[in-house]
T-cell receptor, first 113, second 114 residues
Framework: QKEVEQDPGPLSVPEGAIVSLNCTYSNSAFQYFMWYRQYSRKGPELLMYTYSSGNKEDGRFTAQVDKSSKYISLFIRDSQPSDSATYLCAMNALLQGAQKLVFGQGTRLTINP | NAGVTQTPKFRILKIGQSMTLQCTQDMNHNYMYWYRQDPGMGLKLIYYSVGAGITDKGEVPNGYNVSRSTTEDFPLRLELAAPSQTSVYFC?????????????FGEGSRLTVL
């Protein structure tokens, strides 16, 4: 079983739709959860960061963590064509020391005008 | 401030050839990493370094070597290239004491081994 599972998609939705991206994980030691966005032919960039369980909102983006279910989500409201990218979840057990993040497979998202 | 710079952006190698992927960062970050990204497979850690002179293996180190003689540079060496090393390689860095664990990535180096 992979430590982090993410549906690779691809996922295609119309502009303005609400998008839900999800990851499950098996390591209960994970405490730090991140979503990276990767545009085509570019490196990943940090989009959202959450510590432990709960919700975090940043504009049209909301990150949710449910540690009891080992499940994290990223919601995108009022999706825009500029949101078309691959979204990677990532997680880590410790914040100190080398940041050896464990990444999901990435979900390729296309927002159609 | 250029961030993390990788060269070359593209390279085609023949089986058995060797090459070095260059990575440099100008953010004075302590930690540097090399990942490879294969379609549908996410990012796999090859090697990482916590400072000049210190390197350690990640999840998929076989067929690669690294060195870290300065804070800024972290080259990745491929010896005896094999088709299984066809991938996109990303260098990343971050700083000790980060409160988010954010990694800063370069734009990637696309390598094809034929």
């Amino acid at each position: 079983q992979k430590e982090v599972e993410q549906d690779p998609g691809p996922l295609s939705v119309p502009e303005g739709a609400i998008v839900s991206l999800n990851c499950t994980y098996s390591n209960s030691a994970f405490q730090y959860f991140m979503w990276y966005r990767q545009y085509s032919r570019k490196g990943p960039e940090l989009l959202m960061y959450t510590y432990s369980s709960g919700n975090k909102e940043d504009g049209r983006f909301t990150a949710q963590v449910d540690k009891s279910s080992k499940y994290i989500s990223l919601f995108i409201r009022d999706s825009q064509p500029s949101d078309s990218a691959t979204y990677l979840c990532a997680m880590n057990a410790l914040l100190q020391g080398a940041q050896k993040l464990v990444f999901g497979q990435g979900t390729r998202l296309t927002i159609n005008p | 401030n250029a961030g993390v710079t990788q060269t070359p952006k593209f390279r085609i190698l023949k089986i058995g050839q060797s090459m070095t992927l260059q990575c440099t960062q100008d953010m004075n970050h302590n930690y540097m990493y090399w990942y490879r990204q294969d379609p549908g497979m996410g990012l796999k850690l090859i090697y990482y370094s916590v400072g000049a002179g210190i390197t350690d293996k990640g999840e998929v180190p076989n067929g690669y070597n690294v060195s870290r003689s300065t804070t800024e540079d972290f080259p990745l060496r491929l010896e005896l290239a094999a088709p299984s090393q066809t991938s996109v390689y990303f260098c990343a860095s971050t700083y000790r004491g980060t409160n988010t664990g954010e990694l800063f990535f370069g734009e990637g180096s696309r390598l094809t081994v034929l």
